[in-house]
């Protein structure tokens, strides 16, 4: 059983924006890092993010950025330094001024609580790109007072 997931979705906004609203740590902390990201992502940098749902900051590493196109991220699986997720994001230009943001995850371990985790972030990553969306296209906060 191979562990992995792909999770899309479209923003009505130019993929420029789309991917700043990522990489920037201010403007991810306003719609996804409830608890805040500290760090901006660059190819071989070390960030933090923390969310109040999952309280406590927990390294992220940035295996590499390609500006409007691709990130690449890893962290610990399971919290386990044995183990790590590794996470894509692409951003895609559409008609329109639109985007196409795909995530996708893999490398958790062929176990109950792997594929617990695994289903968890594929939950996750799905209300990120529906909080994206709220947060670019509306100025909404969807994840505001949802997890406290």
Same mark, same amino acid.
């Given at each position: 059983?191979?562990? /992995?997931? $792909?999770?899309?979705?479209r923003?009505?906004? =130019?993929v420029?924006?789309?991917?700043e609203?990522?990489v920037?740590?201010? /403007?991810?902390?306003?719609?996804? $890092?409830?608890g805040?990201?500290? #760090? ?6 070390e960030?933090? !993010? ?5 309280? #406590? ?5 940035v295996?590499?950025?390609?500006? @409007?196109? /691709?990130i690449?991220?890893? !962290?610990?699986?399971?919290?386990? &330094?044995a183990? !790590?997720?590794t ?9 329109e001024? /639109?985007?196409?943001?795909? %995530?996708?995850?893999?490398? +958790? =371990?062929e176990?109950q ?6 289903? #968890? @972030?594929c939950?996750? +990553? &799905?209300a ?6 709220? !947060?670019?296209?509306? #100025? %909404? @906060? ?7």
């Amino acid at each position: 059983m191979d562990l /992995r997931f $792909t999770v899309a979705g479209r923003i009505s906004k =130019p993929v420029e924006e789309v991917f700043e609203a990522v990489v920037a740590p201010e /403007r991810l902390s306003k719609y996804f $890092t409830t608890g805040g990201a500290r #760090g901006r992502l660059e190819t071989g940098a070390e960030v933090t !993010w923390d969310f109040h749902d999952f309280p #406590g900051a927990f390294p992220v590493l940035v295996q590499e950025v390609v500006p @409007n196109e /691709r990130i690449v991220l890893q !962290w610990e699986a399971d919290g386990t &330094t044995a183990t !790590w997720t590794t996470v894509t994001m692409e951003f895609s230009a559409l008609d329109e001024g /639109r985007s196409l943001v795909r %995530i996708s995850e893999f490398g +958790w =371990p062929e176990t109950q609580a792997g594929l617990t985790s695994c289903f #968890g @972030n594929c939950e996750g +990553w &799905t209300a990120m790109l529906c909080a994206m969306k709220a !947060w670019l296209e509306h #100025g %909404i @906060n969807l994840r505001d007072g949802f997890y406290k």
